[in-house]
């Protein structure tokens, strides 16, 4: 391994001496780096002109679930392994901390770290039988009313049979990685991201008898927005970045992609540790 790519959040949430201590350490074990035009910009340097992840057999993310959700979407299809160092607030999908990065990269680089395949699921957009947007989503596609709409009305079908018809505000539909983001807020189960399953969790829905529920990752989604939606602003949300209009009739169709999202998992840290670490689980206050 001697091609490493790097990201980072932008100035000015990212102190620069973190990224020109990194490219230091990196360059003076002899490692070929390709940066993005933002993380060059830090270092004075210049970024490369190919396709990073073609380029890289390992990536180095700093930054947030954010950014590292950006930067798996450009990076799945090389199947190249993303370590995550967490420098946001919340942090599920970063490995490791800033304090951290060190041994836990020298370990990475050696090979002694664990690879997680972490689900995508293809999302499509299809308006009178055709396919008009295809995108594939590493936490959660989120179809929701914009600020004027009124109660989005929504039917869904599991593997072409009816599952059941929501009114509510939205819909989460996420990957086990997604269940710790938007459906866990909107009280959706976690589930642990080695788990073959999808969870859909209605977001305050008018029904109270509609409830989040767990479907196996076989499971091919079918979302009809019904036609009373004529001049209604309903919008389609991948990972909480990129989105599209939904329009009254369409259909969203989701399933498991064929190809994952690779992480470097830390040495000695595991699921449950994150868990009770980000939701305090087990931590005990003071009156």
Request: include cysteine; hydrophobic fraction near 40%; glycine fraction near 6%.
């Amino acid at each position: 391994m001697k091609n490493i790519g790097l990201f980072c959040k932008p100035r000015p949430s990212i102190d620069p001496k973190v990224v020109s201590n990194l490219v230091q350490w990196l360059r003076e074990r002899d490692y070929n780096l390709h940066m993005d035009q933002n993380t060059a910009e830090l270092t004075g340097e210049t970024a490369s002109h190919e396709e990073i992840p073609s380029l890289s057999e390992l990536i180095i993310v700093l930054g947030g679930d954010g950014t590292l959700l950006k930067v798996a979407r450009i990076a799945h299809s090389h199947s190249v392994p993303i370590l995550g160092v967490n420098l946001g607030s919340l942090g599920f999908l970063t490995e490791t901390t800033l304090e951290n990065l060190y041994p836990t990269l020298q370990s990475a680089l050696n090979g002694e770290c664990k690879i997680e395949h972490r689900m995508l699921l293809n999302a499509s957009l299809w308006r009178d039988g055709k396919k008009i947007q295809d995108f594939n989503v590493l936490n959660d596609i989120v179809i929701n009313k914009g600020a004027l709409a009124r109660i989005v009305n929504l039917t869904v079908r599991v593997n072409d049979q009816p599952m059941t018809s929501y009114r509510a505000d939205g819909l989460i539909i996420a990957t086990p990685t997604g269940s710790t983001a938007y459906s866990l807020s909107a009280g959706g189960p976690i589930i642990h991201p080695s788990m073959q399953a999808l969870v859909l969790s209605p977001i305050c829905p008018f029904d109270l008898t509609n409830r989040p529920i767990v479907v196996p990752d076989t499971s091919k989604i079918k979302v009809e927005l019904a036609k009373r939606h004529e001049d209604e602003d309903v919008r389609i949300t991948l990972d909480g970045q990129m989105g599209c209009d939904m329009k009254s009739g369409d259909i969203l169709a989701a399933e498991k992609a064929q190809i994952s999202v690779k992480l470097v998992q830390a040495p000695g840290k595991n699921y449950y540790q994150t868990l009770r670490k980000k939701l305090h689980w087990g931590s005990t206050t003071e009156s």
